[in-house]
């Protein structure tokens, strides 16, 4: 989702409500009418530098022509899925809020310059359902650091590939 063309506005992306069970949340929202993307895990880096390896975490979305609904949950208790763990210990339910950049990096530097804590911009992937296969969905992401915002997990995502996420199918 783009920002505007402007590397330091920032527009609501998209939330994301934590469960844990992500099935038994996908058949909840499709009865209330939401129309769900496929399950889709997230991919990258354990450590900077480190190998791109599919995490243990993923969700479905309910796309939106501005911004999407997540429900993100457990998709493999045997790889890392540790944030999704510890936002579960806290509670289940709305937990993440992402604004949308057009460059994190650019983001990272505004917010150090004003002395907002935040972590390195780590690159996150996933492979999203297009067609009858999969596209990689990338994305730059840049996490306010905890505490700042006790209430809410707060990142800015950067959007590598929107045309994957937003698929005129799944609007």
């Known amino acids: 989702m783009s920002a505007g063309g402007h590397p330091f506005r920032a527009v609501l992306d998209h939330v994301a409500v934590v469960v844990p069970d992500l099935a038994a949340a996908r058949s909840a929202y499709a009865k209330l009418g939401f129309a769900l993307t496929p399950v889709s895990s997230h991919k990258g880096a354990l450590e900077p530098g480190g190998p791109v390896t599919t995490w243990g975490a993923g969700n479905h979305c309910s796309m939106f022509r501005n911004g999407y609904y997540e429900i993100l949950g457990i998709t493999d208790p045997t790889r890392h899925h540790s944030h999704v763990d510890a936002l579960l210990a806290s509670y289940t339910g709305l937990h993440l809020v992402a604004?949308?950049?057009d460059d994190?990096?650019?983001?990272a530097e505004r917010l150090a310059a004003q002395g907002v804590p935040a972590a390195p911009v780590i690159e996150v992937g996933r492979d999203v359902p297009y067609g009858s296969g999969t596209r990689p969905g990338l994305f730059r992401i840049l996490r306010v650091e905890s505490g700042y915002f006790p209430e809410v997990d707060?990142?800015?995502i950067h959007h590598v590939t929107p045309e994957v996420l937003w698929q005129p199918p799944l609007l």
């Open 99 to 101: 604004l949308g950049c």
């Open 104 to 107: 994190a990096e650019a983001m």
């Open 154 to 156: 707060l990142f800015y």
